[in-house]
């Protein structure tokens, strides 16, 4: 029992460590291809959607990618895609 209550006490609440967005898309799509659906397809409903259902709950890959805002996601894959083309010029 705290001796004095006159003080206010700090909560650290638990935060649940954030993955990498290339991890997180990683595992969505590795989880869309196990149940059997056209990943790339899937994703794409879900980036301009917003929609979470495009994204199969399997292995939580609907929890991971709703941890990202919509508009970062695409921004990483645009990236890569210029940066991947880029390279392979």
């Keep these: 029992m705290p001796e004095n209550l006159d003080h206010t006490m700090k909560f650290d609440s638990f935060k649940e460590e954030q ?3 290339n991890e997180v ?4 799509y590795e989880a869309l291809e ?3 659906y056209e990943p790339v397809n899937q994703i794409v ?3 301009l959607s917003g929609d ?3 994204i199969t709950s399997h292995n ?3 929890k991971l990618i709703r941890q990202l805002e919509r508009d970062d ?3 990483v894959v645009l990236k890569a895609y210029i940066e991947s083309e880029a390279i392979g010029k």
């Design 19 to 21: 993955l990498p967005v």
């Design 25 to 28: 898309i990683k595992r969505v």
């Design 34 to 36: 196990e149940r059997g």
């Design 45 to 47: 409903g879900y980036i």
């Design 52 to 54: 979470p259902t495009y």
């Design 60 to 62: 939580d890959a609907r």
């Design 73 to 75: 996601l695409l921004t």
